[in-house]
């Protein structure tokens, strides 16, 4: 090819340096700036994490106070969004509304145009940070008919997202510790993942100087598609598909079978070729949710065996293909009373941090220039133009 490389799906392109997030698949570790993606879950809290992607190191107590306060300032949403919101069918997905409203955003910030002014880049970080649960819930809200709920600035992130989704302005909404340390923990483990889908079209987006906020739409319709943030909806359909564990034998072979375009949703990943540890931990508070519930989830049954067929079958040991962090977390949003098409707009609410987390680190890097990756061009040669009225 000359002076090009051809990588179909950039299985071998590193596009940038990048300090943030460190994955080695073969082994199954994530490090995010060197801390181990389980003693985050165990130990930090959502917004600490959030902290050390932007900032690079954990925030001493000051830092921390700080950093949450500056966060919860920007909850609120301006009141026009309302109106924009209005204009989506009822029954439209939340992710094409997130898609829409994020985008939107774009409209009344024209500060975070300044994108070379590194205070105005922390100030749209902590806004996007800030304002994707707000946007989520009005989502999510709009679709069941119900008032939108306002933030409450004295709650915690989680715990102001968990009201502003449950929350009704007739009675008093009570916040359940389980739930809202289990929302926090998903939250980590969906904070970044380096150059995926998603990310690489963040950043992309971004290379050209565009808004954040557009860019970090230009992630959410990226991250919405079923072999990348849409499998944790695409799991719990599956999982409901198959209904009974004796049906389970069918639908590992239908995965197995290349004339069927059916795959295991919630198995594989491009990084991954051990268990992705995030599912690891996944999996864990799932058990945890679900006990600390009461929850009986005949689902998690159905998981568990699937993944037990699974993992001793030929076809998935010899590809190295394990459950992803997808193939629990559906249950357990579930159970905590997400409806299924809300599973993929949590994931966007979490991601946003590393979203913006690398489109900083990509602002500030020197040597980094607009993407822009050429082709393998299969079309006609060049030939004469035919007239209309010659043409058979
Ligand atoms: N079920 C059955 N076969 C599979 C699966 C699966 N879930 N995943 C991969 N394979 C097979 C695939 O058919 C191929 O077989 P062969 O070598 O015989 O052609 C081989 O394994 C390699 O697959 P690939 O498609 O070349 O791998 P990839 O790196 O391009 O795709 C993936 C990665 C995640 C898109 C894919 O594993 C997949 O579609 N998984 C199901 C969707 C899913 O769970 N996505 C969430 C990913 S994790 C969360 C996130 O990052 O968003």
């Known amino acids: 090819l000359g002076y090009f490389t051809y990588d179909p799906g950039f299985m071998a392109t590193g596009s940038c340096e990048s300090g943030i997030t460190f994955i080695d698949g073969d ?7 060197g801390y181990k993606i389980a003693e985050l879950a165990e130990q930090s809290d959502f917004l600490e994490v959030c ?5 690079g190191e954990l925030p001493n107590a000051g830092q921390k106070q700080e950093f949450d306060q500056g966060i919860t300032y920007h909850t609120m949403v301006h009141e026009q969004m309302q109106f924009f919101l209005r204009g989506f069918r009822r029954d439209a997905h939340p992710m094409a ?7 939107g955003m774009s409209a009344f910030y024209h500060d975070s145009l300044d994108i070379h002014d590194p205070h105005q880049r922390m100030v749209s970080a902590h806004r996007l940070i800030a304002k994707m649960p707000t946007l989520a819930a009005m989502a999510y809200k709009y679709s069941i008919g119900q008032p939108v709920v306002y933030p409450r600035n004295e709650m915690s992130y989680s715990e102001n997202f968990l009201h502003m989704m449950f929350g009704v302005p007739c009675e008093d909404w009570k916040s359940n510790p389980v739930i809202t340390k289990a929302m926090d923990r998903i939250l980590i483990l969906h904070a970044d993942h380096e150059q995926n889908a998603s990310t690489s079209t963040v950043r992309l987006a971004g290379s050209s100087g565009a808004n954040p906020f557009a860019c970090i739409a230009a992630g959410i319709a990226s991250l919405w598609g079923p072999a990348h943030g849409g499998a944790n909806e695409a799991v719990l359909s599956m999982l409901q598909q198959i209904g009974h564990k004796d049906r389970i034998p069918e639908f590992v072979k239908r995965a197995k079978d290349k004339n069927d375009s059916f795959r295991l949703m919630g198995f594989g990943h491009r990084v991954y070729k051990n268990y992705d540890p995030r599912a690891t931990v996944m999996q864990k508070t799932c058990h945890e949710v679900l006990s600390q519930l009461g929850v009986k989830d005949p689902l998690l049954d159905l998981a568990m065996e699937l993944e037990r067929i699974a993992l001793e079958d030929p076809y998935f040991v010899e590809r190295k293909l394990y459950p992803n962090v997808d193939f629990y977390s559906g249950i357990i949003l579930r159970a905590m009373g997400f409806p299924t098409s809300m599973f993929t707009v949590l994931f966007a609410v979490a991601r946003t941090v590393g979203w913006i987390s690398q489109w900083k680190e990509m602002i500030e890097d020197p040597s980094q220039k607009i993407g822009r990756p050429r082709q393998l061009y299969t079309g006609e040669t060049e030939r004469p133009f035919v007239p209309l009225a010659k043409r058979g």
């Open 27 to 33: 082994e199954g570790i994530l490090l995010h700036r």
């Open 51 to 55: 902290y050390l992607l932007l900032n």
């Open 97 to 103: 509304v997130m898609t829409g409203m994020v985008g």
